[in-house]
């Protein structure tokens, strides 16, 4: 296959998107000469090889039955062993469906990317295969995890396992539940605003969001480098630890990564009493407009307990903390737009490139593009209106702001071990179908009160 030299019109058509201001001599011109310089690229595709992962050996069932998935938890079910004898030999592992598994079909819960199947397995798969982990199914999310609550995956919401009339969050809420309903021993969640902290708190589940940086994020379907997180969802805090054992830790091939990335043992730290743990709890994470009273008498009494056993509590002030989802959000916005433009990856890092996810999701958003959720059409829609109309200065000033934000957690945590604060401020919000696009965006926004994310050099949690 030869590269498709462009035509007129189509030099025609980049020139204006690009305000190139091109006269018609000027077309022509650079039609011949972008039909000349595609020697390169055919030297590239020429030069390169694949990168498969050798599959053979890989079950897959594919999408369960209603009747044996009744929360809708999974959209594939499969069968990849791991090597024996390591420290998760046998462990059942749920991955969420936007983390790659090689010869297992990745949806990322839409479907737009319904039918692309990986050649290579993510790090963290990777990892957990070596150590021993069994794969059996990739778990459901959220349409492209553009929302909070759970409603919003092609393949059917994800219900709340205590209570099947709500959600159980998102958008690793296949993973959540998964968990709760010991389906599996650990499941693989992905965050960037609450995606494995809220589906876990709906779900009485334990789920960590690590340290931007700790957990390599190579061959995980993004949202934003610098604020992608892969994290463990485990019934205890004990499991937890016992899978940030195995996935933390340096990957040249993530950009996302300092240049040196200290882990620690986490399943021996654990233990011991709290009588030298000192808790902040920032009281503007019970003032958020949408805080359900419930919710924070539960944190307000957990808190007591802790203070019961022996830790200093207090409780402090950070006024940015109000203003932190509104500089998270812009910074969401435009550089959502980028990664799109970048076909799912974007452009200008250094790291390994999914070269197949690149031309898959090229093709199919083109094709289908009609199909994404309102979540998504609204983030693009209003991150390329403010970068058009205003140049990019909005979203350049809030990845500023995040310094300003990030110093002013690290101002406390200079005096405290911990800082303490809702997971999410709202119960879990029932299932409520056909919503129009203006419903549906209030329902899926509403649950998560601390988006708040560090670029900072990955530390141990």
Known sequence: ??????????????????????????????????????ASYETVRKRAGSTSATISDRS???????????????????????????????????VKDNVAVAGVEMTCGST?????????????????LGAGGRIVGKTNMDDFAFTGNGHSSAFGPTLNPHDPER??????????????????????????????????????????????????YT????????????????????????????????????????DSVPVDDYAAALGGDVSDLSVAVVEEGFERPESDEAVNERIREALDALAAAGATVDY????????????????????????????????????????????????????????????????????????EAYHSKYYAEAMNLRRDVTDAYDDVLSEYDVIATPTTPQLPHEYTPDQDRFAFLDDAWGVSATPVSSTRPAIPP
């Not at 090597?83 to 749920?94: F, S, V």
């Not at 737009?112 to 957990?128: H, K, S």
């Not at 990856?345 to 593009?369: C, D, I, M």
């Open 1 to 38: 296959m030869t590269l498709r030299p462009p035509t007129a019109d189509d030099v025609r058509e980049l020139g204006e998107q690009l305000h190139l201001d091109l006269d018609e001599s000027e077309v022509e011109d650079f039609r011949r000469l972008v039909t000349e310089g595609l």
């Open 60 to 94: 897959v069932s594919g999408r369960p039955s209603p009747d044996s998935d009744p929360l809708n938890a999974w959209i594939t079910r499969c069968e990849v062993s791991g090597d024996a004898d390591g420290p998760l030999d046998d462990t059942r592992i749920g």
């Open 112 to 128: 737009v990317m319904e039918g692309y199947v990986p050649d290579r397995d993510a790090t963290v798969v990777d990892r957990l």
């Open 167 to 216: 959600l159980a969050g998102g958008s690793s809420g296949g993973s959540a539940i998964a968990v709760a309903t010991g389906d599996v021993d650990l499941a693989v969640g992905c965050d960037q605003g609450g995606s494995v902290r809220v589906p876990a708190a709906w779900c009485g589940v334990v789920g960590h969001k690590p340290t931007h940086g700790l957990v390599p």
């Open 219 to 258: 061959g995980i379907v993004g949202i934003e480098n610098t604020i992608d997180h892969v994290g463990p969802i485990a019934p205890d805090v004990e499991s937890a630890a016992r899978m940030l054992d195995v996935v933390a830790g340096k990957d040249p091939a993530d950009p996302r990564q300092p």
């Open 316 to 387: 402090v002030s950070i006024p940015m903390h109000h203003d932190a989802v509104d500089i998270y959000t812009v910074a969401l916005n435009e550089g959502t737009v980028a990664a799109f433009r970048g076909e799912g990856v974007g452009h200008n890092w250094e790291g390994w490139y999914n070269t197949s996810w690149v031309q898959a999701f090229g093709k199919y958003r083109r094709a289908q593009g009609g199909d994404l959720p309102p979540s998504v059409k609204y983030t693009l829609l209003i991150g390329a209106y403010t970068s």
